[in-house]
C-alpha cells in the first residue's frame, strides 16, 4: 500500500498570500488530522476529518481551514499568511475506528515558509 | 486547558545505557498515550502505545509505564543503539478525536 502522501513538498510564500497544502491518506484510511510542527513547540493539533466531517480543531484561528473530500483527500488552507505561519505542517491518516486512539500514519510534510 | 509536559527536552546518553523520557498529562479522562519517534528529516512514526487500562507494556528494547494516580507515564529504552537518535514525542487523547502532544525530547546516542 502507498503510504500518506502530502504535496508540495515545499512552498515558499509572502506574507499576506493564501496557500492550500494537500494529503491524500493510506487507501481504506477515512481519518485525517493535520499538524503544524515548529522547532521547540513539538506538533499543534489543527483539526481532524472523518468523512468530509470536521469531528475536532484545535486551537487556531479561522485564518486555518481544511475539507475533506468524498474520497477521503483532504485540504488545508491558510488566507492571510503571517510569518509566524512557518513551518512543517504534517498530515496523519487512520482507519478511524478508534478516532485517534489508534495508530496514526504520518505523510513527509509540507514545508512552508512565509517571507 | 488540558497539556502534556514532557521532559527532558534533550537526553544525552552512552551507548548501550537505558534512556527514560517522562510525561505527565492533566486531563484526568485521557485513556490513550502514544510514543511517536521521528528521525531526522523523517516522519514521525508510532512505537508504542498503552491505554489506561494497562500499567505496563513492552516491545523488545522499549517499555511504556502508565501512572494513573500521579497522571504520567513514561518510556524506557534499553540497550541504546545508534539508531535509537531521534526526537520522540509523547501524547495524551483528549476525548475520542484528539491527542494532545508533549514537545518533544530529543535523544542523542553518544558512541
Known amino acids: 500500500k502507498a503510504g500518506v502522501t502530502q504535496t508540495p513538498r515545499y512552498l515558499i510564500k509572502t506574507r499576506g498570500q493564501q496557500v492550500t497544502l494537500s494529503c491524500s491518506p493510506i487507501?481504506?484510511?477515512?481519518?485525517v488530522s493535520w499538524y503544524q510542527q515548529t522547532p521547540g513547540q513539538g506538533l499543534q493539533f489543527l483539526f481532524e476529518y472523518f468523512s468530509e466531517t470536521q469531528r475536532n480543531k484545535g486551537n487556531f484561528p479561522g485564518r486555518f481551514s481544511g475539507r475533506q473530500f468524498s474520497n477521503s483527500r483532504s485540504e488545508m488552507n491558510v488566507s492571510t499568511l503571517e510569518l509566524g505561519d512557518s513551518a512543517l505542517y504534517l498530515c496523519?491518516?487512520?482507519?478511524?475506528?478508534?478516532?485517534?486512539?489508534?495508530?496514526?500514519?504520518f505523510g513527509s510534510g509540507t514545508q512552508l515558509s512565509v517571507l | 486547558g488540558e497539556n502534556v509536559e514532557q521532559h527532558p527536552s534533550t537526553l544525552s546518553v552512552q551507548e548501550g545505557d537505558s534512556a527514560v523520557i517522562k510525561c505527565t498529562y492533566s486531563?484526568?479522562?485521557?485513556?490513550?498515550f502514544p510514543w511517536y519517534k521521528q528521525e531526522l528529516g523523517k516522519r514521525p512514526q508510532l512505537i508504542i502505545d498503552?491505554?489506561?487500562n494497562v500499567g505496563e507494556k513492552k516491545d523488545q528494547r522499549i517499555a511504556v509505564t502508565l501512572n494513573k494516580t500521579a497522571k504520567h507515564f513514561s518510556l524506557h529504552i534499553t540497550e541504546t543503539q545508534p539508531e535509537d537518535s531521534a526526537v520522540y514525542f509523547c501524547a495524551a487523547s483528549k476525548g475520542n478525536y484528539q491527542l494532545i502532544w508533549g514537545a518533544g525530547t530529543k535523544l542523542i546516542i553518544k558512541p
Open positions: 487507501s481504506g484510511h477515512r481519518s
Open positions: 498503552i491505554r489506561s
Open positions: 486531563d484526568s479522562a485521557s485513556n490513550y
Open positions: 496523519a491518516s487512520s482507519l478511524a475506528g478508534g478516532g485517534l486512539r489508534e495508530k496514526l500514519f
